[in-house]
């Protein structure tokens, strides 16, 4: 008998039955029990799931920088770092920014200077490679700017010659063509404390061994001429920055303290109930260096809480620590459950009633940085980390609401609670709808183009704008939420997903890797507003996902498609992105055949004994070009969803029109009805 059998959406609602009992004794049946088992085993007794969350090696360099700036060099953590560091090192001497990866500068700059931090021999076989790399990469003249005022603090690099960040940032106002809540969120608070190191300039003497002279090169001529308009403002930028490089050798006084004391309270204020400034390893580093840097007695305490939040992302063995660049509990448990519903789990278990009770303990209930856009919506959504109430974002409200908005909780007020959290979060990505119809993660409309030439933007992540993958999975979340197909918000959104397919087919992928997610994603959504299997649109969907398939039946992709062309939906196959494809082929109306037959064998025969599934092969996207992620959890929520998906189809089930399970006069939000 076929994988497949022969499944054919049904109009008709779907069927009730028994979760956990196979409908047919067959290998997808089987299959979808197992890592329905698996997950449920997994899951954490108060209700969440985490799994982990892993970065390159620029963490560990950081960590590394961290203790040698706290005078804790000499901790066996450290030296664990360093371990991890000496594994991670290339066959051709470098570091790079994903496993496969070619050599990248700023990695193979820090881990040179953390080994050498450590006291790893100048001559030394592996150290000689790291510096040869190095040098070949254009050394400490080719960093971006952050790494540059890091090297700048230990005397490595001159402060002159670093891009300008200054405190009086903080003072502008907000209809000023440039304020700090016009920069991403991430930006944001990566730079505010950055500011108070740039500006007072902070200095750790390191041993005449660790020096870095031997990286200092003459600057490289650029790859590639920028565009007119790119041109054109990073003149205009370079010479503001040197005329603010100018002011900074001898600033106002009484405007320099009121910027500096802005920075410092906005610091501070945003570390209330948070993991951390922003939760995520950058600003939490930034924000150690800054408070300590200020000097204030009443600081050491909040330096020594953001030490502890660091410490909370280790994992440590008998002879390597790594750092994650943050921790996932929300995002993992919202993928989750949803998965689990997909697969069978009741909508009324105690499994699910549990999952739900800890989001609604982690909802958003306090007004974070996204209110200074001006959005209108109420204050709801949900966060990535355990407390991070300053941010929530799009992506995690959404598939908190997908996954949400299908539970059923026994008790009357629980379910009362439960429908008024989703009012809240559906309202909330309402009012965080850009101009161009689309959706961006943390901010709305933080789209200016011009401010990614600001020298000190050179992270490759100064704006927030709108993407297509995050849309797609708000196209989702609002369907379930009562939102009706026809209404004008979801209308913006297919069309804003409409306009950004690209010529052969695919759609780019901002926080996943990368072509096979932007394309599964968008498919899916556009399939669930009402678009037609035979339209171009999911006809070019079918067909590009289609050309991308492996000898072996599965799909891969590497980050090395962000920055070329040729390497677009290939790579060594993932189960993670065999599932994206499988699902993006069936909502584009591909219900049966070769491709989808020896895609969901290749899922059938890399499942684990034990139900879940191992990718070696990172599909996680921090920041295109620039930062990427390995998902631990990915390769097994995804298979068993396409799966799922699967069963569904077979059994007659309403996969692409779900009914809607939210909009009830309990759920409505002061006068707010979904898609009101």
Not at 61 to 76: A, K, M, N, P, Q
Not at 470 to 488: F, M, P, Q, Y
Not at 557 to 574: K, N
Request: charged share 25%; hydrophobic share 40%; with cysteine.
């Amino acid at each position: 008998m076929s994988i497949l059998d022969s499944p054919a959406e049904a109009i008709s609602p779907a069927r009730p039955r028994d979760p956990l009992r196979p409908t047919a004794p067959s290998r997808v049946d089987e299959a979808v029990e197992r890592g329905l088992s698996y997950l449920l085993g997994i899951q954490n007794e108060d209700g969440h799931w985490r799994a982990q969350l892993e970065g390159d090696t620029i963490l560990e360099s950081e960590y590394i920088l961290t203790l040698c700036f706290l005078g804790r060099l000499g901790d066996g953590k450290a030296v664990k770092a360093g371990e991890t560091l000496r594994r991670a090192q290339t066959s051709t001497g470098g570091w790079n920014t994903f496993p496969g990866g070619v050599d990248d500068v700023n990695p193979t700059v820090k881990a040179y200077f953390s080994l050498k931090l450590l006291g790893d021999p100048a001559n030394a076989p592996h150290m000689l490679a790291a510096r040869e790399a190095a040098r070949t990469l254009g050394g400490l003249e080719a960093c971006n700017s952050f790494t540059k005022i890091y090297l700048a603090v230990f005397g490595q690099f001159p402060w002159s010659r670093c891009p300008a960040v200054p405190p009086e940032l903080m003072l502008l106002p907000s209809w000023a063509p440039f304020n700090i809540y016009q920069m991403s969120s991430w930006s944001r608070a990566i730079v505010v404390p950055l500011s108070i190191i740039r500006a007072l300039r902070p200095r750790v003497d390191v041993p005449a061994e660790a020096a870095l002279g031997d990286l200092h090169m003459p600057a490289r001529p650029r790859d590639r001429a920028p565009s007119i308009a790119a041109a054109c403002w990073g003149r205009l930028f370079r010479v503001v920055d040197g005329l603010l490089r100018f002011y900074e050798r001898a600033p106002l006084p009484g405007l320099r303290r009121r910027a500096l004391d802005g920075a410092r309270r906005w610091t501070v204020e945003h570390l209330e109930g948070s993991d951390g400034l922003g939760a995520i390893f950058p600003p939490i580093i930034n924000s150690i260096f800054a408070l300590r840097t200020l000097g204030r007695e009443e600081d050491e305490s909040l330096v020594l809480d953001q030490v502890g939040e660091l410490e909370r992302l280790e994992i440590e063995d008998a002879e390597t620590l790594k750092i994650q660049p943050c921790l996932s509990p929300v995002w993992d448990t919202a993928l989750s459950l949803s998965t689990l519903l997909e697969a069978g789990l009741a909508p009324d278990s105690e499994a699910a009633a549990r999952a739900t009770r800890w989001l609604l303990d982690h909802e958003v209930r306090r007004p974070g940085d996204w209110a200074r856009r001006r959005a209108k919506a109420p204050v709801g959504g949900w966060y990535f980390e355990y407390a991070n109430p300053f941010y929530p974002d799009t992506d995690d409200t959404a598939q908190v609401i997908s996954g949400l908005s299908q539970v059923r909780l026994a008790g009357e007020a629980d379910q009362a609670r439960l429908d008024r959290a989703l009012a809240r979060g559906v309202a909330w990505l309402e009012g965080m709808q850009n101009r161009d119809g689309g959706w961006g993660a943390f901010d709305k409309d933080c789209d200016r183009e011009f401010l990614t030439h600001i020298p000190f933007a050179d992270h490759n992540a100064m704006i927030d704008p709108a993407t297509v993958d995050v849309t797609a999975r708000v196209i989702d979340a609002l369907l379930r939420s009562g939102v009706k197909r026809e209404a004008d918000i979801l209308k913006r959104a297919a069309s804003f997903i409409r306009q950004l397919q690209e010529d052969d087919g695919s759609w780019f992928g901002r926080w996943g890797c990368n072509y096979i997610y932007g394309t599964w994603l968008a498919a899916w959504a556009l399939r669930r507003v009402g678009e037609s299997v035979e339209s171009p649109t999911l006809r070019g969907a079918a067909s590009w996902l289609e050309s991308h398939q492996n000898e072996d039946g599965g799909w891969g992709e590497l980050p090395l498609s962000y920055s070329r062309p040729s390497a677009r939906g290939r790579g060594p196959s993932t189960a993670c992105q065999t599932a994206w494809a499988l699902i993006g082929l069936m909502a584009s109306g591909v219900w049966q055949g070769v491709s989808l037959e020896r895609g969901f064998d290749y899922l059938l025969r890399s499942q684990e004994v034990g139900g879940d599934w191992l990718d070696e092969h990172w599909t996680g996207t921090g920041f295109p070009g620039v930062f990427y992620l390995r998902y631990h959890g990915y390769a097994t929520y995804f298979p068993l969803m396409a799966l799922a998906t699967l069963r569904r189809l077979r059994a007659g089930e309403p996969v692409f029109s779900t009914p809607h399970v939210l909009g009830s006069a309990e759920a409505k939000l002061n006068g707010w009805t979904p898609g009101g």
